[in-house]
């Protein structure tokens, strides 16, 4: 698998135009497959859990913080058809503005994920350490618990995406995801480093205290353990963490040597696997598949 390599072209005045380095026809091929995948798959997903929603009615904390995931979902998958638009045509014919809409999308959906995934692991295994009673959960507080959420990271990343994303590069009216280049910037890769550090460091936290949880459970409700609620409550929890160690951690890992062997004046298959790793951080939109029957209470 190869990159294209950097082109010079002259135009009408003999002049000379920059064309990025893009992905080669195999790498496309490779992203179209993941996103219509995520695409078809995500979009089933989420309308049936959003009828499943629906139908019960449910007054529980998890149900809202689900349907926030929904929400998110829904916009990621709303912004796939121009994404596959591009890697179909090989040409970005969306404008300037667009682009770094749709870039940015990805990360948006990434990130907000993470934190509503995290507020369920979290609140779960509150619940089983006695420091939150089920009972005292009530809809309200998750209702203002996401939209505390969503304004925050909103705020966020709206300061990120006027100040940061790709206000350090040139537009390209024929190209687009060509912000890898930032990283040429020492804030941007403090920010990227901060990121990674706090993902990494979350995951591994919650899931050593997640796989102790389940192993006491283990042994106290053994041989019956699907029968009890809260063994398939905390099995669903790890669910959540296996998804973000699947989709998110990849891109993080393989970031810290993008970040670290990166040039802009060189085109090298890093390029390359970090779109691979962007596109696998969406394949989150099928979790809903697996919650269809029923396996959110």
């Known amino acids: 698998m190869e990159v294209a390599t950097t082109v010079i072209q002259p135009n009408a005045s003999n002049e000379t135009m920059e064309i990025p380095a893009h ?5 496309r091929k490779i992203l179209v497959t993941l996103y219509s995948l995520v695409l078809l798959g995500g979009t089933a997903g989420t309308i049936m859990m959003s009828l499943v929603l629906s139908q019960r009615n449910s007054q529980s904390a998890i149900t809202v913080i689900v349907a926030n995931v929904i929400v998110l979902h829904s916009i990621l ?18 404008g300037w503005f667009t682009c770094r809409i749709t870039s940015i999308l990805v990360y948006v959906h990434m990130y907000f994920t993470f ?17 939150l009673q089920l009972q005292e959960l009530k809809k309200c507080h ?9 304004l925050l990271g909103t ?8 100040f940061q994303y790709g206000t350090h590069m040139e537009s390209s009216q024929h190209h687009c995801f060509q912000f890898y280049k930032e990283l040429n910037h020492g804030s941007v890769v403090i920010v990227n480093y901060c990121m990674i550090g706090i993902i990494m460091a979350t995951v591994l936290g919650l899931s050593l205290v997640q796989l102790v949880v389940l192993t006491c459970l283990a042994k106290t409700l053994w ?5 009890h609620q809260e063994f398939r409550a905390q099995i669903n929890s790890f669910f959540f963490l296996v998804v973000i160690a699947v989709c998110f951690l990849p891109h993080h890992a393989f970031r810290v040597y993008f970040i670290q062997n ?35 209470h």
């Open 223 to 227: 041989p019956g353990l699907l029968t």
């Open 23 to 27: 992905c080669d026809d195999h790498c």
């Open 142 to 150: 998750a209702v203002a618990l996401s939209v505390a959420i969503w």
């Open 155 to 162: 705020l966020i990343f709206c300061l990120i995406f006027l």
């Open 77 to 94: 998958l709303a912004s796939l058809p121009f994404r596959l638009s591009y890697y179909f045509l090989s040409e970005w014919k969306f």
């Open 115 to 131: 934190v509503f995934y995290v507020a369920i692991v979290v609140i779960r295994l509150l619940i089983y350490f006695k420091r």
């Open 262 to 296: 990166y040039s802009q004046n060189e085109t090298s298959q890093l390029i390359l696997y970090n779109e691979i790793c962007v596109a696998v951080t969406t394949l989150c939109c099928l979790d809903m598949l697996c919650f269809v029957r029923g396996v959110v």
